[in-house]
């Protein structure tokens, strides 16, 4: 049962980061490694590893990573150093490579951390 849920996650992971499922899919190498770690290879260069709390890597061909964790919280690296992470509430922390980020709260409001270390917050609709 283990490997059918296994293969249904890569499924799952597959469709979410393409928005469909190609054949080439079935052609992907797939480890399970002793710590119950599972790495799936595709053709394209691009990983999916599970690891064992459910936590899901995902390696583009370009290099950006994409973290899933089981409670839904999502972290997606750029190649240039940017990231955006995003929480199951829906708020959002978006990082530039120059120390700069910006919050986006589930009211809309948003904080402004620039890489002085001034803080700007605005209030939603003031924007």
Not at 52 to 76: A, L, N
Not at 82 to 102: E, L, N, R, W, Y
């Amino acid at each position: 049962m283990q490997n059918k849920n296994i293969t249904l996650s890569l499924l799952a992971a597959s469709i979410a980061l393409s928005g469909s499922l190609h054949s080439d899919y079935w052609d992907s190498s797939v480890q399970t490694y002793a710590n119950n770690t599972t790495v799936v290879t595709n053709p394209d260069g691009s990983t999916v590893q599970i690891e064992p709390d459910g936590t899901k890597i995902i390696k583009t061909p370009d290099h950006t990573v994409i973290r899933i964790k089981p409670d839904g919280t999502k972290f997606i690296q750029g190649t240039d150093g940017a990231s955006i992470q995003k929480f199951p509430d829906g708020k959002k922390i978006i990082s530039k490579p120059d120390g700069t980020s910006v919050q986006i709260n589930v009211d809309g409001s948003k904080v402004i951390r620039n890489a002085d270390g001034t803080t700007i917050k605005i209030r939603a609709g003031d924007d």
